[in-house]
């Protein structure tokens, strides 16, 4: 890992759940943050406004609410060192029919837009927000980034999309772009529509619990906290071409999702009300990553235990419940 002092950094997507985790983190390490959000309705923006409100205090970040589709991108790109390319539209279960349209536009197209700008400025890294998604229903576990991506889901196959054009941009243009495949990220922040946030609320509220298909499914749980150190060291890595490879970045922690609703019962002291609906077209079954290559090259290693990640939101959401947050 280098040393130098910290960077210039331009991160998308800054008012959403890892975005501005992230920002807060980079922040914390001696580098300036622009963020950029253009505040899509696929959640309430007040939800965004609040994980913008410890940003905003901060003399080292900058705020623009733009949309990288018609955004002036050479402009936000100047003094820029490192980009984190953490904006797109979530969700595997919406990313169907007509709103496929919205997917492909910010995950796609504004991709190619950023990099493209990219191509005007000498940057350290450009780091994009991948997900385990890419490969679908994988035929042997743990995934390794060898393993062939074949997306179940159009949301995967935006994602996917995004990582062959930062591939293209660097062996063609020389951008110094990496992708970063996180596996189930959570925590305090997720989205209001998140397993983990909707769990919660449903038990602290004595509501019933939507759980799809047998709750058999597993999946490699990473801590928001551990994807963001993820991300910058990716950034600060002493790493060299050829550029546009990609790492698995997985928390350590396979689970059950019924095994998730016991601990959740464990930790609330509640039973929970659950409601047996349809397994999801887009679900995978299970996710597991081999993250050596991270480990190898990004000195990438998982701080927080499933227990601890989830005690966190647990806390979190329970202040949310309570009006204090």
Not at 120 to 147: K, M, N
Not at 228 to 237: D, F, P
Request: aromatic share 10%; net charge positive; proline share 6%.
């Amino acid at each position: 890992m280098t040393g130098d002092p910290g960077g210039h950094c331009l991160v998308t997507g800054v008012a959403g759940f890892i975005g501005s985790t992230l920002a807060e983190h980079l922040l914390a390490n001696g580098d300036t943050v622009l963020g950029v959000d253009c505040f899509t309705d696929y959640y309430p923006p007040a939800v965004k406004e609040r994980n913008l409100a410890t940003l905003r205090r901060s003399p080292g970040f900058t705020f623009r609410e733009a949309s990288l589709l018609d955004a002036d991108l050479p402009a936000l790109l100047t003094n820029v060192d490192s980009v984190f390319h953490f904006a797109a539209q979530p969700g595997v279960r919406k990313s169907w029919g007509t709103t496929f349209a919205t997917y492909a536009a910010h995950n796609v197209v504004a991709t190619q837009r950023l990099l493209e700008a990219a191509r005007t400025v000498p940057l350290r890294r450009f780091v994009y927000a991948s997900s385990s998604s890419i490969y679908g229903d994988a035929a042997e576990l743990p995934v390794r980034e060898t393993t062939l991506p074949r997306p179940i889901s159009p949301y995967g196959v935006t994602k996917l999309a995004g990582e062959h054009l930062c591939g293209l941009y660097a062996r063609s243009f020389g951008i110094p772009a990496v992708s970063l495949r996180y596996f189930t990220v959570y925590g305090p922040r997720q989205r209001p529509d998140m397993a983990f946030s909707r769990f919660v609320r449903a038990i602290l509220q004595d509501e019933a619990l939507p759980l799809y298909g047998d709750g058999e499914q597993t999946r490699d749980f990473t801590f928001v906290a551990d994807a963001v150190r993820a991300a910058r060291s990716a950034a600060r890595a002493d790493l060299s071409p050829p550029w546009g490879r990609a790492y698995n970045i997985g928390g350590g922690s396979r689970v059950s999702i019924n095994a998730i609703v016991r601990l959740l019962e464990t930790m609330t002291k509640k039973s929970a009300r659950i409601k047996r609906l349809p397994a999801q077209a887009g679900d995978v079954q299970h996710t597991y990553a081999d993250t050596t290559a991270a480990q190898a090259e990004l000195g990438y290693r998982p701080e927080y235990g499933l227990e601890a990640g989830l005690r966190a939101v647990v806390d979190w959401e329970s202040a949310l419940v309570a009006g204090v947050r």
